[in-house]
């Protein structure tokens, strides 16, 4: 890691990774991101690659922005249109 972590940090970090064993890679990545760590320090503490970070962060920016899309209001979907006139009616 870049900078030396206190013991304090340390015990902070794995008291983290403990509450979220059974968490999916991107929860993990996700929590340890938002506490400051960067992509390298999260790959040394779960024993991946920073590129498999990386991914997973990209992953859940893609599934975030689509959930927002999905969610706006006053937004319809192309299946609830139903086209009007036409030669079969």
């Not at 902070?12 to 996700?30: F, G, P, S, Y």
């Not at 999260?42 to 927002?68: E, F, G, N, P, W």
């Not at 706006?72 to 086209?83: A, E, I, L, N, T």
């Amino acid at each position: 890691m870049a900078e030396q972590l206190s013991r304090t940090e340390k015990i902070l970090l794995q008291l983290l990774l403990i509450q979220t064993r059974e968490e999916t890679l991107t929860l993990k990545v996700a929590r340890l991101n938002r506490v400051g760590l960067s992509n390298a320090e999260i790959a040394d503490l779960l024993d991946t690659t920073s590129a498999t970070v990386a991914q997973s962060h990209y992953m859940a920016r893609s599934k975030s922005k689509a959930k927002a899309i999905q969610t706006q209001p006053g937004r319809k979907s192309r299946r609830s249109v139903r086209p009007t006139g036409g030669a079969g009616d």
